[in-house]
């Protein structure tokens, strides 16, 4: 027993030392195997990040799992997207040393000021909305910039967008006056710029790769040379002064048109805009529809606040899906809709839900 006890003894003594050397030359031995991780090259020295806004901070530190001490360049490089909506945020500062940056989505906030994203060259989506900025002369820098959406702030001069290469640009419900700064801008698809101050589009007419032109709440009477923008197939020009269709009866490739609330009284010769899917006729004069049963594409329709008496024609347009009319009108016509309405007025729903057409 005791000679059994002191072989045990000698075996710990040599097993003990082996695994030491096992654990040693491992741990020299595997990093050397693995993967180098990828070293981050700083564009500009590895700055202390300041920031003036306690939530934008805030937030970025939970982001990073830095919750006390300085946060360098290095800490927030790698960030190549970043969404702070929301968060009443009053200054971006500090976002100047998000090197990587390709999306920034900032809508809602407090900010006046976008100074910080001058030098952040690899934007290329950027959305502030709901915000109070008024100068944007910051994106005179950002060329690579192709969708900007600014809906809904302060701005009144937009000179800094004429040599961008923005595809998408939204500037809604601001204080626009002047669209001669987009004249150079060849790149854009798509364009909303409602409720401004516009009384003319003129310099926009040789943007004619436009596929999206969203121009209601402005004060817009005369659409001469609309026909130009050939390639459009989204129209939305609902409260303006328009009274007739001539010039748009030109844009073949249509397929969504907004009319509502505008003076137009008859429809003549709509059927040439044979791809029409989507057709809003509230808010106008329109008494007669039957030039649209040649729209053999129409989808939905909306007639709502109008004279239209008879609808007839819309029991002949068998792609109808999104149905709108006023309260009063005879509903007999839509009948047979009543396995394929996807989305209608409650009135037009009703009358199928108490005839037993509705499922």
């Known amino acids: 027993m005791l000679e059994k006890a002191k072989k045990i003894s000698k075996n710990k003594k040599i097993i003990?030392?082996?695994?030491?050397?096992?654990?040693?030359?491992?741990?020299?031995?595997?990093?050397?195997?693995?993967?180098?991780?990828?070293?981050?090259?700083?564009?500009?020295?590895?700055?202390?990040?300041?920031?003036?806004?306690?939530?934008?901070?805030?937030?970025?530190?939970?982001?990073?799992?830095?919750?006390?001490?300085?946060?360098?360049?290095?800490?927030?490089?790698?960030?190549?997207?970043?969404?702070?909506?929301?968060?009443?945020?009053?200054?971006?500062?500090?976002?100047?040393?998000?090197?990587?940056?390709?999306?920034?989505?900032?809508?809602?906030?407090?900010?006046?000021?976008?100074?910080?994203?001058?030098?952040?060259?690899?934007?290329?989506?950027?959305?502030?909305?709901?915000?109070?900025?008024?100068?944007?002369?910051?994106?005179?820098?950002?060329?690579?910039?192709?969708?900007?959406?600014?809906?809904?702030?302060?701005?009144?001069?937009?000179?800094?967008?004429?040599?961008?290469?923005?595809?998408?640009?939204?500037?809604?419900?601001?204080?626009?006056?002047?669209?001669?700064?987009?004249?150079?801008?060849?790149?854009?698809?798509?364009?909303?710029?409602?409720?401004?101050?516009?009384?003319?589009?003129?310099?926009?007419?040789?943007?004619?790769?436009?596929?999206?032109?969203?121009?209601?709440?402005?004060?817009i009477s005369d659409i001469k040379g609309i026909e130009n923008l050939s390639e459009l197939k989204k129209l939305k020009l609902s409260g303006n002064g328009i009274e007739n269709l001539k010039y748009i009866l030109e844009l073949e490739k249509l397929q969504m048109l907004d009319l509502s609330n505008n003076k137009i009284e008859n429809l003549e010769g709509i059927e040439k805009l044979e791809n029409l899917t989507n057709l809003d006729l509230s808010k106008t004069f329109i008494k007669d529809i039957s030039p649209i049963k040649e729209l053999k594409e129409l989808e939905a329709i909306d007639l709502r606040i109008t004279p239209v008496k008879n609808i007839q024609t819309l029991a002949s347009l068998d792609n109808l899906i999104e149905i709108f009319l006023e309260k009063e009108i005879d509903r007999t016509p839509i009948k047979g809709f009543y396995n394929k309405l996807q989305r209608a007025d409650e009135y037009t729903k009703a009358y199928l839900i108490e005839n037993n057409y509705y499922k």
């Open 16 to 219: 003990i030392p082996l695994i030491v050397i096992i654990i040693i030359v491992v741990s020299i031995v595997i990093p050397k195997l693995m993967p180098a991780k990828e070293k981050i090259e700083l564009p500009y020295a590895n700055n202390i990040v300041k920031f003036e806004d306690k939530n934008l901070e805030r937030i970025i530190r939970y982001k990073i799992g830095r919750f006390w001490g300085d946060i360098y360049t290095e800490d927030v490089i790698a960030f190549e997207s970043l969404n702070i909506s929301g968060k009443d945020i009053k200054s971006l500062k500090g976002l100047e040393e998000f090197w990587r940056l390709t999306s920034l989505i900032a809508n809602n906030n407090e900010i006046e000021n976008i100074e910080a994203l001058k030098r952040l060259d690899k934007l290329i989506h950027v959305e502030l909305s709901g915000n109070s900025i008024k100068d944007i002369s910051t994106f005179e820098e950002n060329i690579n910039i192709q969708t900007l959406k600014l809906n809904n702030n302060r701005i009144n001069n937009i000179d800094a967008l004429s040599n961008t290469n923005i595809k998408s640009l939204y500037i809604d419900n601001n204080h626009i006056y002047d669209l001669k700064p987009l004249r150079s801008m060849e790149s854009l698809d798509i364009l909303s710029i409602r409720n401004n101050f516009l009384k003319s589009y003129d310099d926009i007419l040789t943007l004619t790769h436009l596929e999206y032109l969203d121009l209601s709440g402005n004060s």
